[in-house]
């Protein structure tokens, strides 16, 4: 009998991958969490319904994420992640000799509890003592710091369940508020490619805009999430993500990577012109 995993991208579109098993299916105080083994992609984690990652193509969403403030920064030492319990971003993050603490902020435990044992290849750094675990709700936790961090990344859900709070105006001027005079905040930024996720996009990025002076879209291809075409936002106290990009200098870092490179940070800036449209009206671009 065959098995497959279908996710509906929209009322039309339905993206499938076909499955060995199922690993785990628990329902948790706050989502109900899915784990799979696919002959294509190997394991995969799914909250709600929505695939958050798989073993296959996870190293581009989590080089995405942390590369590209890490390679602006100069030098980032105090780092509040929040989602991101699947251990990706806290991975790449832990391969810079700089960073000296991490918060992770997850809500829900159970998604730790369930990638550490499941999705080691992520999760197995969350053990490192440079990783301090906070089960907690992010919106939460960043309304009492002030000034701490150099850097935020805002690894979330997509803005529904227990992400929604993460995409208002009120969590990214508490952001802006957490960082440091020069900090830099990122956070994925959902696809652009279909209608409905395209306003939420909009949507996200008109309220960070708000907050931040300096605020520009970078993308990343993902095969498996929908479209393919995926957002991040790179929003900023002091740093120009280009203008104070120092390639030659991230490169003697020698820290090895699948997807992320020198050449690749740059171009990502460059969005097509149905995006730069989605944005024009937030951003304030003629």
Not at 47 to 52: A, V
Not at 127 to 154: K, Q
Request: net charge negative; proline share 5%.
């Amino acid at each position: 009998m065959d098995l497959w995993y279908s996710e509906y991208h929209t009322e039309n579109i339905r993206f499938s991958i076909r499955v060995d098993k199922q690993l785990y299916s628990a329902q948790s105080e706050f989502q109900r969490i899915d784990v799979f083994e696919s002959p294509d992609f190997g394991r995969f984690l799914v909250l709600d319904g929505y695939m958050m990652l798989t073993e296959r193509d996870e190293f581009i969403y989590h080089e995405m994420i942390v590369h590209p403030p890490m390679a602006v920064h100069p030098r980032v030492e105090n780092v509040l992640l929040i989602g991101g319990g699947d251990g990706g971003a806290a991975r790449e993050l832990l391969r810079y000799d700089s960073v000296q603490r991490i918060d992770l902020v997850e809500i829900d435990r159970q998604v730790v509890e369930v990638c550490k044992r499941y999705i080691p290849q992520t999760a197995g750094c969350l053990d490192d003592p440079r990783v301090t675990l906070h089960f907690a709700d992010g919106m939460r936790f960043v309304r009492s710091v002030v000034g701490a961090y150099d850097l935020i990344i805002v690894d979330s859900t997509d803005p529904f369940g227990p992400g929604e709070g993460l995409f208002t105006k009120e969590f990214y001027g508490n952001c802006f508020k957490a960082l440091k005079d020069d900090g830099i905040m990122v956070n994925q930024h959902e696809s652009p490619f279909y209608v409905n996720d395209a306003v939420a996009v909009q949507r996200a990025h008109k309220r960070i805009v708000q907050s931040f002076d300096l605020s520009m879209v970078y993308q990343a291809h993902i095969p498996t999430y929908p479209s393919g075409h995926w957002l991040f936002g790179f929003s900023t106290k002091k740093y120009h993500p280009l203008n104070d990009f120092d390639g030659p200098k991230w490169k003697q870092k020698k820290i090895q990577t699948r997807y992320y490179n020198t050449q690749l940070h740059r171009g990502a800036f460059a969005l097509p012109n149905y995006v730069e449209d989605l944005l024009k009206n937030v951003e304030g671009i003629s």
